[in-house]
Nanobody, 118 residues
Framework: VQLQASGGGLVQPGGSLRLSCAAS????????MHWIRQVPGKGPEWVSI????????YYSESVKGRFTISRDNAKNMLYLQMNTLKPDDGALYYC????????????WGQGTLVTVSS
């Protein structure tokens, strides 16, 4: 299983970024997928989850209305569109594979760093 997140960077408050996650080594369209973020030195924070067919999508309250998760099963790609970014959104963002019939992630990719600062 390999998950490689990309697209992070430095953005000003109120700006936007789109994160991508390339998945390989498993049947991507069989798994729900998460975005999880972590500020160095703090615990991980769950951000969003999407089901296999993009029908069931959930967000944490802290990002609801600003972030949009999506996936392209044909390309084995997961995305996170982040709008109206705030300094508190700065973190390492990880894509992760969900354990079937649970709400737990079993494989995490390498994170991509998002910094929100003026």
């Amino acid at each position: 299983v390999q998950l490689q997140a990309s697209g992070g960077g430095l953005v000003q408050p109120g700006g936007s970024l789109r994160l991508s996650c390339a998945a390989s080594g498993f049947t991507f369209n069989n798994y729900w997928m998460h975005w999880i973020r972590q500020v160095p030195g703090k615990g991980p924070e769950w951000v969003s989850i999407i089901d296999t067919g993009s029908s069931n999508i959930y967000y944490s309250e802290s990002v609801k209305g600003r972030f949009t998760i999506s996936r392209d099963n044909a390309k084995n790609m997961l995305y996170l569109q982040m709008n109206t970014l705030k300094p508190d959104d700065g973190a390492l963002y990880y894509c992760a594979r969900n354990v079937p019939y649970s709400w737990y992630a079993d494989y995490w990719g390498q994170g991509t760093l998002v910094t929100v600062s003026s």
